[in-house]
């Protein structure tokens, strides 16, 4: 080979490397990242890590690659405004807070609408066997306001037992609260799947909230305006992917579960168990806005404190960058 056939060829090396390494910028320069409460603990992410496994997000035309998760509340809230692609699934209370404090955030599609997640557990052979028990008693609830106690409190008032007569005490977390009731420093501990699941055979099931509450929205996609303004096709396809995730949930549970299992590292058995108890109170929307569910969870808030007055839901959702057969 020649010195000059041995330049051309470095040439050609050099330029093929430069075009990879292009690619592989403008690759990740059209990735993104959303952010999700509870992700990897909660039921809330499994549409999206289904999208991900199926390339429904890239089918609707955006590439989402990762989720960032957080313990909810105002935290989710502020990994959204801090990313690059501001969307988020977050708690009702939470987007409705961001509101009040001002922050342009608007509402842009539903995310799941049951309780069924939630239950209270007693330990093993309590002599408490129904919810009008817990009068005089302690129950061990995450935080004050948060959704644990939102959830007692409505549950509660559907059974006619006075709130004031139930000591509400606060844990810091769900796995706290069982060693609160494990240490008998409370009578009774809220619970969420799939940790339920995971520890059934250590405690006595009270009630689940499903069996007393209605359908209630209990999460919303979120977004700025600005980057809806800005970015509508991104966001149709984002709410587009989580769609078709959902819509792949019911029809093919199984796979789901075995994609709950893989991404949230939970024993098979019970990923299926924690999407089939979820199957039948039709937990996860399709993303449209149903307002009889959302005044359901704005009485839940007031009922604890968290809200006050009306919600204008006008003023904070649109449902345009909804599918068409959604906006209805």
Same mark, same amino acid.
């Given at each position: 080979?020649?010195?000059?056939?041995?330049?051309?060829?470095?040439?050609?090396?050099?330029?093929?490397?430069?075009?990879?390494?292009?690619?592989?910028?403008?690759?990740?320069?059209?990735?993104?990242?959303?952010?999700?409460? =509870?992700?990897?603990?909660?039921?809330?992410?499994?549409? *999206?890590?289904?999208?991900?496994?199926?390339?429904?997000?890239?089918?609707?035309?955006?590439?989402?690659?990762?989720?960032?998760?957080?313990?909810?509340?105002?935290?989710?809230?502020? $990994?959204?405004?801090?990313?690059?692609?501001? *969307?988020?699934?977050?708690? #009702?209370?939470?987007?409705?807070?961001?509101?009040?404090?001002?922050?342009?955030?608007?509402?842009? $599609?539903?995310?799941?609408?049951? #309780?069924?997640?939630?239950?209270?557990?007693?330990?093993?052979?309590?002599? +408490?066997?129904?919810?009008?028990?817990?009068?005089?008693?302690?129950?061990?609830?995450?935080?004050?306001?948060?959704?644990?106690?939102? !959830?007692?409190?409505?549950?509660?008032?559907?059974? $006619?037992?006075?709130?004031?007569?139930?000591?509400?005490?606060?844990?810091?977390? *769900?796995? $706290?609260?069982?060693? !609160?009731? &494990?240490?008998?420093?409370?009578?009774?501990?809220?619970?969420?799947?799939?940790?339920? +699941? +995971?520890?059934?055979? =250590?405690?006595?099931?009270?009630?689940?909230?499903? &069996?007393?509450?209605?359908? /209630?929205?209990?999460?919303?996609? +979120?977004?700025?305006?600005?980057?809806?303004?800005?970015?509508? &096709?991104?966001?149709?396809?984002?709410?587009?992917?989580?769609? /078709?995730?959902?819509?792949?949930? *019911?029809?093919?549970?199984? =796979?789901?579960?075995?994609?709950?299992?893989?991404?949230?590292?939970?024993?098979?058995?019970?990923?299926?168990?924690?999407? &089939?108890?979820?199957?039948?109170?039709? /937990?996860?929307?399709?993303?449209?806005?149903? !307002?009889?569910?959302?005044?359901?969870?704005?009485?839940?808030?007031?009922?604890?404190?968290?809200?006050?007055?009306?919600?204008?839901?006008?003023?904070?959702?649109?449902?345009?960058? !909804?599918?068409?057969?959604? =906006?209805?």
């Amino acid at each position: 080979m020649t010195a000059q056939q041995s330049r051309f060829r470095s040439t050609r090396t050099f330029a093929a490397l430069g075009l990879a390494a292009l690619s592989l910028v403008a690759s990740f320069a059209r990735a993104d990242e959303i952010s999700v409460t =509870q992700w990897g603990t909660s039921l809330y992410g499994l549409p *999206y890590a289904v999208a991900m496994e199926n390339g429904l997000f890239k089918k609707a035309g955006i590439d989402i690659t990762g989720i960032l998760g957080s313990g909810g509340g105002g935290t989710t809230v502020r $990994n959204i405004l801090a990313s690059d692609t501001p *969307y988020g699934e977050v708690a #009702v209370a939470a987007a409705l807070a961001a509101q009040r404090q001002g922050l342009d955030l608007v509402i842009v $599609n539903i995310g799941t609408r049951s #309780v069924a997640e939630s239950s209270v557990v007693t330990v093993k052979g309590s002599p +408490i066997k129904d919810i009008t028990q817990l009068a005089g008693k302690k129950v061990a609830i995450t935080s004050p306001k948060g959704v644990s106690e939102m !959830l007692l409190l409505m549950s509660l008032k559907a059974k $006619n037992v006075d709130a004031g007569s139930v000591t509400r005490v606060a844990s810091g977390g *769900y796995v $706290n609260g069982l060693t !609160l009731l &494990d240490q008998k420093a409370v009578d009774a501990a809220v619970l969420i799947e799939p940790l339920s +699941i +995971i520890r059934k055979n =250590q405690y006595d099931t009270l009630y689940k909230s499903s &069996d007393l509450l209605p359908p /209630m929205t209990t999460s919303v996609g +979120i977004t700025t305006r600005e980057f809806a303004k800005a970015h509508p &096709d991104k966001l149709k396809a984002i709410i587009e992917g989580r769609r /078709m995730g959902v819509q792949a949930i *019911y029809g093919n549970p199984q =796979q789901a579960a075995d994609i709950l299992a893989k991404s949230f590292k939970l024993e098979p058995v019970i990923a299926k168990e924690a999407v &089939d108890n979820m199957i039948a109170p039709h /937990m996860w929307s399709e993303g449209d806005f149903n !307002l009889t569910e959302l005044e359901r969870m704005a009485d839940a808030l007031r009922l604890n404190g968290e809200l006050q007055g009306n919600v204008d839901w006008a003023a904070i959702m649109d449902k345009s960058y !909804l599918p068409t057969d959604l =906006q209805k």
